[in-house]
């Protein structure tokens, strides 16, 4: 891991791999918790974790250096846990149980039984990116994205599962859709996030009844 500032009140940590972009954030979000680090937000991404608003990031480094990150097979798994109903008709349902060597219901029962968590969020607000699937599952994107991905849609890319939380081009491939409302900033009264999917949250993709 590799600390460095970037602007005047923030540092980036580049991580090795999305395993340690995790024990990280759960470290940093401990220790800001118990009051050893003061950080306005503590945003992880795919190899990175940017702690932003830290007051005196020369100060900060030090202490960041001289910690630990969690091991991924330590962090908490006590805390949020959100369980989003699909329905698994997803038009690229063949194309992903061909890469899989599987059939459709096997790729079904996969999906639900697999303990999902949001490692961060991107590419749209309220768009979380879902670890938890066997590299080995990993599939590719389209190679000409939709130009219109309907909003609720569940869909797989690379080594993620994601939803789309408002309709929008995508190359993903689809797998299932729900109608769980997933980013409210209009909501009265305003949600605190406004997005229901989170990093470190835990999510199940459940079969809908």
Do not use: K
Request: hydrophobic share 45%; proline share 12%; aromatic share 8%.
């Amino acid at each position: 891991m590799r600390i460095r500032p970037v602007g005047a009140h923030a540092l980036l940590l580049d991580c090795d791999d999305p395993d340690q972009v995790e024990g990280w954030r759960a470290e940093l979000w401990h220790r800001r918790s118990a009051g050893e680090l003061t950080a306005v937000e503590i945003v992880p991404g795919a190899r990175t974790v940017l702690l932003d608003g830290v007051p005196d990031p020369a100060r900060a480094a030090a202490l960041v250096a001289g910690w630990t990150p969690r091991p991924a097979d330590a962090v908490d798994t006590a805390g949020a846990e959100v369980e989003v109903p699909v329905t698994y008709d997803g038009e690229d349902l063949p194309t992903v149980a061909a890469h899989w060597g599987v059939d459709v219901p096997t790729v079904v029962a996969r999906l639900t039984g697999t303990r999902f968590r949001v490692a961060f969020c991107g590419f749209a607000p309220g768009f979380a990116y879902l670890t938890g699937l066997p590299a080995a599952w990993a599939v590719p994107r389209l190679a000409t994205p939709r130009a219109r991905v309907p909003a609720g849609s569940v869909a797989l890319a690379g080594p993620y599962a994601g939803i789309y939380p408002g309709a929008s081009p995508g190359g993903w491939l689809l797998v299932g859709r729900t109608g769980l409302t997933l980013f409210d900033p209009p909501a009265d009264p305003p949600a605190d996030p406004p997005a229901r999917l989170t990093p470190g949250t835990r999510v199940r993709l459940a079969a809908a009844p």
